[in-house]
């Protein structure tokens, strides 16, 4: 069964950084294009990154380029989102998902970890 | 880095059907077969719908189909039903290799 676990959301101030990790299981991770898409309360799903399956080649939103980094251990079979410089604004619920086949169609999600921006 | 353009909000009895649209340009949309939809009820994670335009993942019902014509693609659930009311999302590739998301469109079951 494939499954994605994110975990290292809380609370942070602004200005602050964090870094979020996916673990995932069920499936051969090294094969496979990973995103990060996140969700403000209330609001509309925002993509956020994305990252080929063996690290070479990484995309952003222009709303977090040059602040966050994604990367990834395919040995530990693990995503990671590190943010920097955090606004008010990056509060949001962060969901790793993986891609089907690198054209951007997401077949599984992780439960999300919560991000709070705030002093 | 636009979101794509969805209705905020389709509403249809049961039995019915209903259609969902989602715009964008030549550079996502209109330029590759690489729509994909997403329902997202609340509290929960999002679940792929439809992939590649107009086809269905493993499990999902036939009652879901899609659709694309020039920059617009489209969902339609035939045969609405309770548990279809739910936050409609599309998304699609794009030029720039990013992945923008539509607005979202709520559906809700009369």
């Known amino acids: 069964e494939v499954q994605l676990v994110e975990s290292g959301g809380g609370l942070v101030q602004p200005g602050g950084s964090l870094r979020l990790s996916c673990a995932a299981s069920?499936?051969?991770?090294?094969?496979?294009?990973m995103h990060w898409v996140r969700q403000a309360p209330g609001k509309g799903l925002v993509w956020v990154s994305r990252i080929n399956s063996d690290g070479s080649s990484t995309s952003y939103a222009d709303s977090v380029k040059g602040r966050f980094t994604i990367s990834r251990d395919n040995a530990k079979n693990t995503l990671y989102l590190q943010m920097n410089s955090l606004r008010a604004e990056d509060t949001a619920v962060y969901y790793c998902?993986?891609?089907?086949?690198?054209?951007?169609?997401?077949?599984?999600w992780g439960q999300g970890t919560l991000v709070t921006v705030s002093s | 880095q636009s979101a794509l353009t969805q209705p905020a909000s389709v509403s249809g009895s049961p039995g019915q059907s209903i259609t969902i649209s989602c715009t964008g340009t030549s550079s996502d949309v209109g330029g590759y077969n690489y729509v994909s939809w997403y329902q997202q009820h609340p509290g929960k994670a999002p679940k792929l719908m439809i992939y590649?335009?107009?086809n269905r993942p493993s499990g999902v019902s036939n009652r879901f189909s899609g659709s694309k014509s020039g920059n617009t693609a489209s969902l339609t659930i035939s045969g609405l039903q309770a548990e279809d009311e739910a936050d409609y999302y599309c998304?699609?590739?794009?030029?720039?290799?990013?992945?923008?998301f539509g607005t979202g469109t709520k559906v809700t079951v009369l």
């Open positions: 998304s699609s590739y794009t030029s720039s290799s990013t992945l923008p």
């Open positions: 998902a993986r891609d089907r086949r690198g054209y951007g169609d997401l077949g599984y």
């Open positions: 590649e335009v107009s």
């Open positions: 069920g499936f051969t991770f090294s094969s496979y294009w």
